[in-house]
């Protein structure tokens, strides 16, 4: 099957033999997007070299056209294609989407609709896996109380130990996850404009971020590993993600993310001078 998109829209997905006729009836354009597997990226219809023949028979494709793309099973990932309020089963169907079918999932996600789904879905995952890692670290903590908290330890009873790591499972960690999707996704899709890969508005950029990020926190339950296993694996969805949603390159994807962090790194290198030169700056008037 051929999956074809124009003007960042699904015309739904065709045989050979209904796109070949769909080319001479006009249509399809030769410039509409079009993919199949197992093609790394979108390509243009009119590179498609080994369509068959025109048949006499070229109308059946108008049916199938309007019968796939009003089909709701058409639309990926299954938070975004209930029809009412998704519940723990769509949560779950989506996880299991992104992590073994990726590409196609954000191919046909869809690019609007709203910040509310993919957001939910995001907290939702990332909070409950998130205060899992935090009750590890909390646990751990209990054992070696220098693990997380160095010397600061050995002033805290117990008690204080379990509230402060509470304190940030349920108060700190939500509000965390919420700034630091929207800012990430900001400085991302700035950077992916640099490299000439954004093809859609930033909301695309959000939405993709959402839910590769939100599904792959499910790695977190992981005792002790988990937490590298999921900065890796979200790393790797994230690329895959972005590249479908934009329809771009992997190559851009990957530049715009070296440029990401070279310019986090700069900063955060900038703004250690900067404490650096006040503390000296400091330590001068107090000598003088």
Sequence with gaps: ??????????????????????????????????????????????????????????????????????????????????????????????????????????????????????????????????????CYQLVASLIN?????????????QTAMISIFLSVGLIILPIFLVVGIFASASMFHFSLRLVGGATKPYEATVRALAYAAGATSVLQFIPLCGGYIHTIANLIYSVIAIREVHRTDTWRVVLAWLILFMLCCGLVIAFALLVISLASAVSHGFSK
């Design 1 to 134: 099957m051929i999956h074809i998109n124009r003007n960042r829209e699904n015309l739904g997905k065709f045989t050979d033999q209904e796109v070949a006729d769909g080319l001479k009836s006009g249509k399809f354009l030769p410039s509409d997007l079009a993919w199949q597997d197992p093609m790394p990226t979108w390509k243009e219809l009119g590179a498609f070299t080994d369509l068959p023949p025109p048949s006499e028979g070229g109308q059946s494709s108008e049916i199938s056209a309007v019968v796939v793309d009003s089909d709701p099973s058409s639309i990926e990932p299954a938070w975004e294609r209930a029809a009412e309020q998704p519940g723990m089963g769509d949560a779950i169907q989506t996880i299991k989407q992104v992590f073994f079918e990726p590409a196609m999932v954000f191919r046909r996600m869809p690019t609007s609709g709203g910040y509310n789904r993919p957001m939910r879905f995001y907290v939702l995952t990332s909070w409950v896996s998130g205060f899992a890692a935090v």
């Design 145 to 157: 109380p220098t693990m997380f908290l160095g010397d600061v330890s050995k002033g805290l009873s």
